[in-house]
């Protein structure tokens, strides 16, 4: 048997039997978070101790908001984790950021701000690395496109801003919504923040472009620079 390979118990079975049926007559709220973890590894890896694997998998992540947000080689770091388990927990962040994102509509973006800020929260809260998306919007604020433009820290604040303006002119948006996450988890604008954001309204201003909010995205909340009276 190779090393670091787990193997279930004779009884593990029964064992996920018994899960299912409190999964399907409870739903989820049945179930502990390893639990769901164990359950939602078994259907990948159906030989393997899962159980053993979900609690090691929440031990080194943290939880399960940020072990669904880790890169799959991260996951993989992880003893006896292999594509198959990291498959599997990253289908599940995939379907429930589709799923938050179904919930704004196709009505104008600022009509459905709490669902975008769901949304958000569930896409962007628990990366492990900072990352920059953008949303696009025509003159009736509805949502052109929704991507993602920057992956680690901004040092060269012109570079940031010429990439968002030309890709605003590319698809004829009218205005924008920048959001980023902290890592850190607290989503307090730095003074970085501040100031690149208020060159970027004067460039898009020079473009006719609207920047109508600046949302930062933590573990622990999130902040509009809006909001705050600082653009």
Do not use: C
């Amino acid at each position: 048997m190779a090393s670091g390979t787990l193997v279930d118990a004779p009884d593990h079975h029964g064992h996920r039997e018994r899960l299912r049926r409190r999964l399907l007559q409870g739903g989820g709220d049945a179930l502990a978070d390893h639990e769901i973890v164990e359950y939602l590894l078994a259907v990948a890896i159906p030989r393997v101790d899962t159980k053993r694997m979900a609690k090691r998998l929440l031990k080194e992540f943290g939880g399960i908001e940020k072990l669904i947000s880790a890169e799959p080689e991260a996951i993989m770091r992880v003893e006896g984790v292999g594509p198959a388990a990291a498959a599997a927990l990253k289908i599940v962040q995939a379907m429930v950021n589709r799923m938050a994102a179904k919930k704004m509509g196709d009505g104008p973006v600022l009509g459905s701000w709490t669902a975008l800020i769901d949304y958000l929260r569930t896409d962007m809260a628990h990366q492990p690395i900072e990352r920059v998306r953008v949303l696009f919007l025509n003159s009736k604020n509805v949502l052109i496109a929704n991507e993602k433009m920057w992956e680690g820290s901004v040092d060269e604040s012109a570079v940031y801003i010429r990439e968002i303006m030309r890709r605003a002119l590319d698809l004829h948006a009218t205005a924008i919504i920048v959001v980023h996450n902290h890592p850190s988890g607290d989503p307090s604008p730095s003074q970085q923040d501040i100031r690149i954001t208020r060159d970027l309204i004067e460039a898009a201003k020079h473009l006719k472009i609207q920047v109508h909010d600046h949302v930062i995205i933590g573990a622990e909340g999130q902040r509009s620079l809006k909001g705050m009276g600082l653009i």
